[in-house]
């Protein structure tokens, strides 16, 4: 096997890893939800459209995803005072206690399953991990031009 393919097997599993995260810490949202309302709370407030790019994600994915997070009290929508046929997206102060909430039980969980790692081993992952997610992304953007 080639580099390349072990480290595809390794983010797959790390995907597995992620799931068993979203369940436990993520109870109230999911890996979904969390993300989605991770992205209003970026944005301050946002449309659709932006939450949508933002995930890079169709337009009818985001709008499921928003519409079960306000039905849940965790964003509002209110008109987009630029345009009133669209509706801009603000966290509720519900959502922004659900998602430290949240935040804080996935920290929690990557601290105990850490506890045998350095610091330094920590950082150095999440380092790589970023430097991984960056080069994906500018590949992505080489792929749409190209």
Do not use: C, K, N
């Not at 992620?18 to 993300?35: D, K, N, P, V």
């Not at 849940?72 to 997206?89: F, K, M, N, Q, S």
Request: charged share 25%; no cysteine; hydrophobic share 45%.
């Amino acid at each position: 096997m080639t580099a390349s393919e072990d480290l595809v097997i390794a983010l797959y599993r790390l995907g597995l890893v992620q799931r068993s995260i979203a369940r436990h810490a993520l109870a109230e949202l999911g890996s979904q939800g969390f993300t989605a309302l991770a992205v209003v709370h970026r944005l301050g407030d946002a449309r659709v459209s932006d939450v949508a790019e933002q995930l890079s994600v169709d337009l009818s994915v985001a709008s499921r995803q928003l519409a079960a997070l306000a039905g849940a009290g965790y964003v509002e929508r209110e008109p987009d005072p630029d345009d009133r046929r669209a509706t801009r997206l603000r966290i509720t102060p519900l959502g922004t206690q659900v998602l430290r909430d949240s935040h804080r039980r996935m920290v929690a969980t990557a601290t105990r399953a850490l506890a045998g790692w350095s610091e330094d081993e920590v950082s150095q992952l999440a380092a790589q991990l970023e430097r991984l997610r960056e080069d994906f992304a500018a590949a992505v953007v080489r792929e749409e031009i190209a």
